[in-house]
């Protein structure tokens, strides 16, 4: 999602790529704290920091959300 895309950029401040992973991309334990965090608040999709540090890639954590997500939106 696009969003997604955005808050990684934010927290990691790059550019995201779709392949990037998010060690390689300069994260760590505290920015997957950061990063999941703002990904609960502003998609109101449940994260953990784990589910950000074992995701192969932004592509694959995007993956995971989508499956994590509400159906029709709302919890």
Do not use: C, K, T, Y
Not at 34 to 62: F, K, N, Y
């Amino acid at each position: 999602p696009p969003a997604l895309a955005r808050i990684w950029g934010e927290v990691l401040s790059v550019d995201p790529e779709p392949a990037h992973n998010f060690f390689d991309a300069g994260g760590n334990s505290i920015l997957a704290i950061r990063l999941a965090s703002r990904i609960g608040e502003r998609m109101a999709v449940p994260v953990e920091p784990a589910d950000v540090m074992l995701a192969a890639s932004l592509a694959d954590l995007a993956a995971r959300l989508r499956q994590a997500a509400p159906v029709g939106g709302s919890r």
